[in-house]
T-cell receptor
C-alpha cells in the first residue's frame, strides 16, 4: 500500500527565509502526489499536485515541489516565507488507477518568525 | 460556488451514542470521501461514495457507515461512540473524471467530541 512520511513535525523559519518541507513516499506503482495546507479550524486547501509530466510543479502562494523518483521524494519549497504561510502542511499520495484511497502524512507545522 | 459544506460544525456526544454528520459536495462533483483527523495527526481515509454506493473503504470498523443521496450529498454515521472517535471529520468531493488524480476539495470539517 502507498504511504508518505513527512520529516519534521515542526519547522520554524524567519520571515523572508527559504521554506523547505520534506515528504518521502512509498508506492509500488507510479504515484500521484499532493500538498495540502490547513489553517487553524479550517479544512484542507490544495497547494499543488503532481500526476504526470513535468516533475517541477508550481502551486499557489509561491509554493513549488519537485517529484524525484530516484529519491522517492516530493519536497515542498518556497523561496521567501511570509507570516501568512504559518499553518499545517500535509503531503498526500494516491495511486494510478481506481485506488481513490488518499494517504496523508502526519503533517508539518510551519512557524514563521518576524 | 459554495464549495464543500459540512454540518454541524461542532458536536458533543457521550459514549455509546450515535451521530450523523452531513456533507454537500462542490457543484459538479459526484464523488464524496470521508476522513477522520485526530488531534495532531493527518487525515485518515474512512470511505468513498460514488453513484450512491460505497466504492472504497479504509481501515475503520463497521460502526462507521455512510450514505450518498441522488443529489450527491452524503452522510457519515458512527454508532456506539467511543472516546477515541473524538476527531475532526472531513468531507472531500471530487469529479469522477480521471480517478485518483482528481483534486479532492475539502470542507471545513465537523469537530466531534465524545465524553
Amino acid at each position: 500500500a502507498q504511504s508518505v512520511t513527512q520529516l519534521g513535525s515542526h519547522v520554524s523559519v524567519s520571515e523572508g527565509a527559504l521554506v523547505l518541507l520534506r515528504c518521502n513516499y512509498s508506492s509500488s506503482v507510479p504515484p500521484y502526489l499532493f500538498w495540502y495546507v490547513q489553517y487553524p479550524n479550517q479544512g484542507l486547501q490544495l497547494l499543488l499536485k503532481y500526476t504526470t509530466g513535468a516533475t517541477l510543479v508550481k502551486g499557489i502562494n509561491g509554493f513549488e515541489a519537485e517529484f524525484k523518483k530516484s529519491e522517492t521524494s516530493f519536497h515542498l519549497t518556497k523561496p521567501s516565507a511570509h507570516m501568512s504561510d504559518a499553518a499545517e502542511y500535509f503531503c498526500a499520495v494516491t495511486l494510478l488507477g481506481d485506488n481513490n484511497d488518499m494517504r496523508f502524512g502526519a503533517g508539518t507545522r510551519l512557524t514563521v518568525k518576524p | 460556488d459554495a464549495g464543500v459544506t459540512q454540518s454541524p460544525t461542532h458536536l458533543i456526544k457521550t459514549r455509546g451514542q450515535q451521530v450523523t454528520l452531513r456533507c454537500s459536495p462542490k457543484s459538479g462533483h459526484d464523488t464524496v470521501s470521508w476522513y477522520q483527523q485526530a488531534l495532531g495527526q493527518g487525515p485518515q481515509f474512512i470511505f468513498q461514495y460514488y453513484e450512491e454506493e460505497e466504492r472504497q473503504r479504509g481501515n475503520f470498523p463497521d460502526r462507521f457507515s455512510g450514505h450518498q443521496f441522488p443529489n450527491y450529498s452524503s452522510e457519515l454515521n458512527v454508532n456506539a461512540l467511543l472516546l477515541g472517535d473524538s476527531a475532526l471529520y472531513l468531507c472531500a468531493s471530487s469529479p469522477n473524471l480521471s480517478g485518483s488524480k482528481e483534486t479532492q476539495y475539502f470542507g471545513p470539517g465537523t469537530r466531534l467530541l465524545v465524553l
